[in-house]
């Protein structure tokens, strides 16, 4: 359908004797000039990160697995006692 209808623009505007051509150095041109209506960068607020004398944190180190502990091998116990020890209590009845 949309073919259809572009096929048709094109055919009444050709039979009128215009065709629209895009122009592109106008658009060059008006992308050039309308980037001189941008913002002037402002300064970083903190130090600058290209001045090697600026202070900085210190770096320190954290194991993501300090608290770690190995579990193997681990001694079987009955599948019963173990369920046991994790299932919710049921509700005293008032």
């Not at 502990?69 to 079987?76: E, G, H, K, N, Q």
Request: proline fraction near 12%; glycine fraction near 6%.
């Amino acid at each position: 359908m949309l073919t259809l209808s572009g096929a048709k623009f094109a055919a009444a505007s050709a039979a009128r004797g215009r065709h629209f051509r895009f122009n592109w150095p106008l658009l060059a041109a008006t992308a050039l000039i309308l980037s001189g209506c941008m913002p002037a960068t402002v300064p970083v607020a903190g130090a600058d990160p290209a001045d090697p004398a600026a202070k900085v944190a210190r770096v320190g180190y954290r194991s993501t697995i300090a608290p770690y502990t190995s579990l193997r091998p681990a001694a079987p116990a009955p599948w019963r006692e173990r369920n046991d020890s994790v299932a919710p209590q049921p509700k005293q009845d008032r």
